[in-house]
């Protein structure tokens, strides 16, 4: 059996990148739920990098290891990255930064699966927070 091969930090974010082509795609062809999923996606594995780098991991650790770390939950991955309290700031400024994270922290990864139709206006807001509100950029320079 082979092992699979290690997550760096660097995989992280060229998944985030590649999530954030997703979401942009799919919100052009007018796929919601699909375009805000891989908006909010595109935004964990941001954290994840961050995580990475912050711990000064060369790759993902081993769930047993750091079970913790293996969620979704966006807020508890800022708070993991060490940027609740640049969050913090940036939400005292109302800086664009802040709009787009108060758009994207209560993101869940199971929305996806809601059998009612997806709403547009939350699907754009949040592939909008990702680049025209700058959170993902401001996410990679941290």
Not at 16 to 40: I, M, V
Request: hydrophobic share 50%.
């Amino acid at each position: 059996m082979s092992q699979q091969p290690a997550i760096t930090a660097q995989d992280w974010l060229e998944k985030a990148l590649q999530e954030r082509l997703a979401a942009q795609t799919l919100a052009n062809a007018a796929l919601w739920a699909q375009a805000f999923y891989h908006a909010g996606f595109a935004i964990e594995c941001a954290l994840k990098h961050l995580i990475m780098r912050r711990h000064g991991w060369n790759a993902w650790p081993d769930r047993a290891r750091v079970r913790e770390i293996y969620t979704h939950d966006l807020i508890f991955l800022a708070q993991e990255a060490g940027i609740a309290a640049q969050l913090d700031r940036e939400l005292e400024q109302r800086s664009e930064v802040a709009v787009a994270w108060l758009i994207v922290k209560d993101w869940k990864n199971d929305l996806r699966y809601d059998p009612l139709p997806f709403p547009e206006l939350r699907a754009r807001d949040m592939v909008a927070a990702l680049d025209e509100r700058g959170l993902l950029a401001w996410l990679i320079k941290r």
